[in-house]
């Protein structure tokens, strides 16, 4: 049986602004724990899945109309997302990978020639006003303290006509799909999360906070709150992730 979820947990999960430190200090202590196995837990997890996913976000990102310029990928973690860009082979430019948990970046370094990593708080990113071509984030949004902040900051380091693409875990519709990923969401794949991380409570931290963030229509007007415009989303394998993009 699958134990339940510690307070600490609930209330990094839940990331109120009351517990908006708790969040941050657990976020950062859990990633950084999990940082060795992360890559292999993602593709065990997902079922290889998540490459697919991040394909789709690459795709959206126009990065096509500015082959040789500068983007950010956001909550970069080890980098697959900003190693996903640098690959397509027309990229000419550079991904810059943000993120507050340095060992998680230092497991991305060297996947790609292209990216490099930054260490970098997402609400206070340490870049100019209109940096950046375009912007990414991938599983990241979940894990901020102020949602809405993390958000505008993303938009003021974007220059105009920029767009920035968001790879979230959703919650299927679709009931019968519905009920057999909730199974495997909140029973099994924090066991073998446990199993192969070492770490307590990581891959319970993961669907608790799938289950309190906002959802895609949510997120959608949330975007357009912070400044983006042109905002839609797309549900991917049957509604278990979403795609944002809207553009500054």
Do not use: Q
Request: glycine share 8%; aromatic share 8%; with cysteine.
């Amino acid at each position: 049986m699958t134990p339940s979820p510690s307070s600490e947990v609930v209330r990094a999960a839940r990331g109120s602004a009351a517990d908006g430190e708790i969040k941050r200090a657990y976020v950062r202590r859990m990633f950084a724990a999990v940082a060795p196995r992360y890559d292999l837990l993602n593709h065990l997890l997902s079922l290889n899945l998540d490459r697919r996913w991040r394909r789709a976000a690459v795709a959206r990102l126009g990065w096509e109309a500015r082959p040789d310029g500068v983007y950010l990928d956001l909550c970069a973690g080890t980098m697959d997302l900003a190693a996903a860009l640098a690959r397509e082979p027309r990229f000419r430019g550079r991904v810059i990978g943000a993120d507050f948990v340095v060992p998680m970046l230092a497991l991305g370094r060297g996947k790609s020639a292209r990216a490099a990593p930054v260490a970098a708080d997402a609400l206070l990113l340490p870049f100019p006003d209109r940096a950046f071509d375009g912007a990414l984030v991938g599983f990241g949004v979940r894990n901020l303290t102020d949602l809405d902040a993390g958000l505008r900051e993303t938009a003021r380091v974007l220059r105009p006509g920029a767009r920035f693409v968001v790879l979230e875990f959703a919650t299927p519709r679709f009931a019968p799909l519905r009920a057999i990923y909730l199974l495997y969401f909140r029973r099994v794949l924090p066991a073998i999360g446990r199993a192969v991380s070492k770490h307590r409570d990581a891959y319970t931290y993961l669907p608790e906070s799938v289950k309190t963030f906002p959802e895609p229509e949510a997120l959608a007007a949330r975007m357009r709150a912070a400044g983006f415009a042109d905002v839609r989303f797309e549900l991917l394998a049957g509604g278990i992730c979403a795609v944002h993009h809207g553009t500054r």
